[in-house]
């Protein structure tokens, strides 16, 4: 799987959108971008995720760059409940079977009141 | 639809002990792989299970082991408990059936929290 590289935090005000950057310059033609946040005490929650079109759910939007080399995660009115560990991982296929997700550190997003 | 759980939610065990966790997919997922995740270490994969059969397994020693049973339900056994294995455990089901199924992504339990003391 590709590696990925997220800024370890970010802040953002309540309200506006959280635009989360990640790094994946080493992705091959077959492998998604998926998006997975970590509330504190709880299990990683599945986000969204795409190969290459940009996908729009009702928790966030995926823009993925042309040459698919890094992609964008936005949140587009965020909240204090979005406050967690965003983590953006590479790999093929839908994340299941095989060999289990490879999670990084994320980048820790706050948002402030 | 449920989600995944996971049980039980914490857990106080003392070294050299053994201990087993318990995992229920979601309804109609076929796939269930765990996760430990330490504060040093960050979420590493052990294992994953499909129609009963371990199909992958992470970088652990054999002390870690697994079972998924005919509803899918899944076990987790930890033997001869070690400090180091007090962790958040988590299980993780998808409707996937390989690794190049490319819609079906894990949904993840809440976890169980294993102190080893």
């Known amino acids: 799987d590709a590696k990925t590289t997220q800024p370890p935090s970010m802040d953002c005000a309540e309200g506006r959108a959280a635009n989360l950057p990640c790094n994946h310059s080493?992705?091959?033609?077959?492998?998604?971008v998926y998006w997975y946040r970590q509330i504190h005490s709880q299990g990683p929650q599945y986000i969204i995720h795409g190969l290459k079109n940009n996908e729009t759910n009702e928790m966030a939007s995926l823009i993925i760059t042309e040459d698919r080399k890094s992609s964008t995660l936005i949140l587009p009115h965020a909240t204090l409940r979005d406050t967690a560990v965003y983590y953006c991982?590479?790999?093929?296929?839908?994340?299941?079977?095989?060999?289990?997700?490879?999670f990084g550190k994320g980048t820790h997003l706050i948002i402030q009141p | 639809k449920a989600g995944v759980t996971q049980t039980p939610r914490y857990l106080i065990k003392t070294r050299g002990q053994q201990v087993t966790l318990s995992c229920s997919p979601i309804?109609?997922?076929?796939?269930v792989s765990w996760y430990q995740q330490t504060p040093g270490q960050g979420l590493q994969f052990l294992f994953e299970?499909?129609?009963?059969?371990?199909?992958n397994k992470g970088n652990f020693p054999g002390r870690f082991s697994g079972r998924q049973f005919s509803n899918s339900r899944s076990e987790m056994n930890v033997s001869t408990l070690e400090l180091g294995d007090s962790a958040l455990y988590l299980c993780?089901?998808?409707?996937?059936?390989?690794?190049?199924?490319?819609?079906?992504?894990?949904?993840f339990g809440d976890g169980t929290r294993l102190s080893i003391l």
């Open positions: 299970y499909f129609s009963e059969t371990q199909r």
């Open positions: 080493t992705i091959s033609g077959n492998e998604y």
């Open positions: 309804s109609g997922h076929r796939s």
């Open positions: 993780a089901s998808s409707l996937a059936r390989d690794r190049g199924d490319s819609n079906q992504p894990q949904h």
């Open positions: 991982i590479v790999r093929v296929g839908g994340g299941g079977g095989a060999d289990g997700l490879t």
